[in-house]
């Protein structure tokens, strides 16, 4: 279908599979902010929950699909009558609606958690797929824990569900142990030897047990899959999941190693971490790439200097590119004299050689007991530089 295309679709799951992790529970209203936030952001399909598990979860599902109209909502179902009628029953208001259903395909979760063979799990997949076609044309089709299932027996529970009509093929990474080389052949050898593989949307579902998520997601890519499934600040199941910010800005500053596009306004992704965070009181590390506090900012005086001469010499994208404010430049003890200069410079203080020589000590002997120094701080500095020039400022 869309395997030639270099355009990705973008499915997130911030409020399935990462409102599932502990601590991030939504109620309601906030999934419907949320679920708008992500509207504005630009992602493809909304995964709103998971119907059959609670009633909230069906509820959330079904006040998403009346009130977020642009992206396709998507909504959760075990290959079971029951979880896939409930999910089209909560999608009913949607304008665009697709049922997911999945099922486990390794032996592992056949044997030890199913307890079913592997025959009545092809023909649970089938009978699933073959309902939720009744309800939308827009089936998607799990095979969890599909990457370490055996590749014969996957190859057959493919082809069968996409001779069902199923739209896309997603197949999980649901332990995150997969490595990048591993999963792009992974999916290329799939793709090759599905025979009807041309007629569905190859998906990939990557978990962060290893840290390599994101990695995996580019990988997949590069083997033909034009879905990832992914979260807003990489939250989900214990690690987490493929953040979307993270894969989004890849394919945008690496394209010309990664030439794929995606529907996002990446000037909303900053944004749209920070309302995650307000919701779920949960903060992201400072350090965390591309919406992190410290993602554009700059402490050490070289890279500070680099900086204020040309920000391309430390910053590989700028960050109004992703919504964040300006890059800082954070004034501590191992900062330079050009970064205390032009936040003088900033704040209105114009300030002699002299004056600046005196500052910018005072400035590296407060950074010794602080961890960043304040505006107000430098303000302060200045003034008692100017009252009493002599001064020694030990901070
Ligand atoms: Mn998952």
């Known amino acids: 279908m869309a395997h030639d295309s270099a355009r990705v679709i973008i499915f997130d799951t911030t409020l399935r599979d990462g409102e599932q992790a502990p601590g991030f529970t939504m109620d309601v209203p906030d999934k419907v902010t949320m679920a708008r936030a992500l509207d504005g952001l630009g992602v493809d399909i909304i995964e709103a929950g998971f119907p059959i598990a609670s009633p909230a979860d069906a509820d959330a599902v079904s006040q998403i699909s009346r009130d977020v109209r642009r992206p396709v ?25 697709r049922i997911h259903t999945f099922i486990a395909t390794s032996d592992l979760h056949l044997a030890r958690k199913l307890r079913i063979t592997r025959e009545a799990c092809l023909e649970a997949a089938v009978s ?86 994101v990695a995996n997601t580019l990988a997949a890519i590069q083997g033909g899959v034009r879905q990832v499934e992914c979260t807003i600040n990489g939250i989900g199941e214990r690690a987490g999941n493929a953040s979307v910010e993270e894969i989004v800005m890849a394919l945008r500053v690496r394209s010309d ?26 903060p992201v590390q400072a350090n965390k790439a ?78 010794e007991h602080r961890k960043a120094i304040g505006d107000g701080d430098l303000r302060r500095m200045v003034d008692r530089v100017r009252t009493d020039p002599a001064c020694k400022m030990a901070g």
Do not use: W
């Not at 969890?144 to 493919?158: G, H, K, M, N, Q």
């Not at 900053?270 to 965070?277: F, K, R, V």
């Open 73 to 97: 909502i998507a909504a959760l179902a075990r290959c079971r009558t029951q979880d896939v009628e409930e999910a089209a029953r909560a999608l009913a208001p949607a304008d665009r609606k």
């Open 257 to 282: 190693r990664l030439p794929y596009t995606t529907g996002i306004d990446t000037t909303a992704l900053y944004e749209a971490s920070q309302l995650l965070t307000r919701l779920t009181n949960e």
């Open 290 to 367: 591309i919406v992190g506090r410290n993602a554009f900012a700059h402490e050490a005086g070289i890279h500070q200097d680099g900086v204020l001469k040309d920000p391309t010499t430390y910053e590989i994208m700028r960050p109004q590119d992703v919504g964040q404010p300006v890059a800082r430049l954070v004034l501590g003890r191992h900062s330079g004299r050009h970064a205390v200069q032009q936040r003088c410079d900033a704040l209105g203080l114009a300030i002699t050689a002299a004056e600046l020589e005196q500052v910018y000590h005072a400035v590296i002997s407060l950074g």
């Open 128 to 213: 699933a797929v073959r309902l939720a076609r009744q309800f939308t044309d827009d089936v998607e089709f799990s095979a969890e824990d599909a990457t370490r299932s055996d590749p014969d027996f996957l190859c057959r529970v493919i082809e069968a569900v996409v001779r069902e009509g199923c739209r896309t093929v997603n197949l999980p990474d649901t332990v995150g142990y997969g490595t990048p080389d591993e999963t792009r052949s992974f999916f290329e050898d799939i793709r090759a030897r599905v025979p009807n593989a041309d007629r569905t949307v190859f998906s990939a579902h990557c978990h962060d047990d290893l840290g390599l998520a």
